[in-house]
């Protein structure tokens, strides 16, 4: 079982019509043509957010919410999606960097399995090592102040999570 595997003993096309946590080559053929993509950096205190276009190209800083229960997170998430036309979530997982799971890799497996129960969409669990340290230095190259980096760090971080599962689906898609 891969990373970005969660079948919990149910097909896959069950898994794609209640919403579930699809590995990648199936996340990707779950998707229809045109609808946007959310990023989600899952975080104990906040959840930064991401949106690709509808062409799925370019993944853009969206907003970071300030996290609660999960059902207030997700009721945000559902107006968010309403809003923008979203037909799938990436989430982070924040793996070790020796690729094994700690109780913040759990912790974002759970957000993730009953972020697809409520939503109804595909979820794609994508590793997310070194994306906050990534977003940082990008902050600082961009002479962003300390204060206005720890309000964006974020919703960056989520940008890259998200950047880098279009990135890789784009690349499945040409050597296809």
């Given at each position: 079982m891969?990373?970005?595997?969660?079948?919990?003993?149910?097909?896959?096309?069950?898994?794609?019509?209640?919403?579930?946590?699809?590995?990648l080559?199936?996340?990707?053929?779950?998707l229809?043509?045109?609808g946007?993509?959310?990023?989600?950096?899952?975080g104990?205190?906040?959840?930064?957010?991401?949106?690709?276009?509808?062409?799925?190209?370019?993944?853009?800083?969206?907003e970071?919410?300030r996290?609660?229960?999960?059902?207030?997170?997700?009721?945000?998430l559902?107006?968010?999606?309403?809003?923008?036309?979203?037909?799938?979530?990436?989430?982070?997982?924040?793996?070790?960097?020796?690729?094994s799971?700690?109780?913040?890799?759990?912790?974002?497996r759970?957000?993730?399995?009953?972020?697809?129960?409520?939503?109804g969409?595909?979820?794609?669990?994508?590793?997310?090592?070194?994306?906050?340290?990534?977003?940082?230095?990008?902050?600082?190259?961009?002479?962003?102040?300390?204060?206005?980096?720890?309000?964006?760090?974020?919703?960056?971080?989520?940008?890259?999570?998200?950047?880098?599962?279009?990135d890789?689906?784009?690349?499945?898609?040409?050597?296809?």
């Amino acid at each position: 079982m891969s990373e970005n595997d969660d079948h919990s003993g149910r097909g896959s096309t069950d898994l794609m019509r209640a919403g579930g946590i699809l590995p990648l080559d199936v996340f990707a053929a779950a998707l229809p043509n045109g609808g946007r993509l959310v990023g989600i950096d899952v975080g104990t205190k906040t959840l930064g957010l991401a949106i690709s276009d509808v062409s799925r190209m370019i993944a853009s800083g969206l907003e970071t919410i300030r996290r609660s229960k999960f059902k207030e997170d997700s009721r945000r998430l559902l107006e968010i999606s309403a809003q923008l036309d979203v037909v799938g979530y990436v989430v982070g997982l924040p793996l070790n960097l020796d690729g094994s799971q700690g109780a913040r890799s759990q912790a974002s497996r759970a957000f993730a399995r009953n972020l697809g129960a409520a939503m109804g969409a595909p979820v794609l669990l994508w590793d997310e090592r070194l994306s906050t340290v990534e977003a940082e230095r990008t902050l600082i190259a961009a002479d962003t102040s300390r204060r206005r980096r720890a309000e964006v760090i974020d919703k960056v971080a989520a940008t890259i999570i998200l950047q880098g599962a279009l990135d890789r689906m784009r690349t499945m898609r040409t050597s296809a």
